[in-house]
């Protein structure tokens, strides 16, 4: 992504505010242990705006008098031998934001700019946030109670930003075609190799040297589950031994220039059991069949409607709910959503807007699970709603067993 990219979503976000002011903060670092931070990932919006992987920047759009301005955070001499600094100079030739002020004179500007702007716009705490089992980043808060003390009206711009978000510009669907075809590549090398691994953690490490290999990360931390831990919907330890004739999820995605693939297959380690069988083909069939839904006008109350209908029909095919009315029965074996956004974010949202149009890109992931059974299978391609219908961005990786 370049400059012209940046520049374009920031032209974007203020006309969509009708020339309003907005203000945005990157993500600050977080604590690991001790003196250690975590790796570092942007907060997406700011990415969107600026492109600055950084922590601790700002950014101000003022659509009244059409400038920006980048503030740059303080980082002292220490920090500076120890972790670098991304430089005044950088900052603008990423972002095309041609004035940098340092981080102890924001305040003082926001003063000034707030005699012709009583309402600011921000990215707020996520609705959400009390439903996550984690913390949230601090960044968003502190700037928020900055804007409370100076602005009298602090308003949340996250929907509209979504809503840019969710309709997908030509290179970002080449960014994450980019992120499937290497995520497709390291499934088929792990599809070769596979008879001769034993552990789950070193299905993860073919995947990690196949990424690695091309200068790439995971967009998110991998799941490699085999037999029963399949079932364990956001398994993450990939640390069991891999039993012979049983099945393996594998949830992986590349990160390539800033953007995800969500690829998840389930292959068979070993000769599969008739059962096995039955329940990836019948994930297999349901998966086809909810692709082919897929078309711009389409509402998603409607789309996730028809899933319910197919998904209960393939539990019902698998004996497993005697009818579809049985909906207890139904969310235990299937207890996720069917489709996420997909894009800066593995899970980016579809903006709110309520029906499928052109540019957006998607998941679809149904799944079966049978804990009793030691059985889980999900299938997960990524979509493209195009003009006529969808495109299939991974259906070159075989969804077969
Ligand atoms: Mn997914």
Known sequence: MNQAFFARNRQTLIDTLSGGFVVLSAYSLL?????????????ANFWYVTGITEPD???ILD??????WLVSPAVDDVHRTF??????????AISGISTVIPYDEYEALLRRLAKNHSVVRTVKEHPHSSYYNFIENPAQKRLVSVLDRIFTSVLDCRKELAQLRAIKQPEEIVAIKKAIKQTTQA???VRDVLPNLRYEYEVEAEFIYQFKKHGLDHAYDPIVAG???????HYGKNSAKLKKNSLLLMDIGALYDGYAADITRTFSYGQPTNRQQQVHAAVKTAHETIIALLKPGLSMKEYDETVDHIM???LVGLRLMKNEADDNTYRRYFPHAISHGLGIDVHDSLGGIGHFQPG??????PGIYIPEEGIGVRIEDDILITEKGHENLSRHLSTDL
């Open 360 to 365: 957006m890109v998607l998941t679809v992931e």
């Open 187 to 189: 499934f088929e090398v």
């Open 57 to 59: 920047w700002l950014v």
């Open 83 to 92: 972790e670098g600094e991304l430089s005044d100079q950088e900052a603008v």
């Open 31 to 43: 604590q690991r242990s001790n003196d250690a931070a975590h790796g570092f990932q942007q907060e």
């Open 312 to 314: 209960k029909r393939a």
């Open 63 to 68: 659509g009244m008098s059409g400038k920006s």
């Open 227 to 233: 037999g029963k831990n399949a079932c364990t919907l």
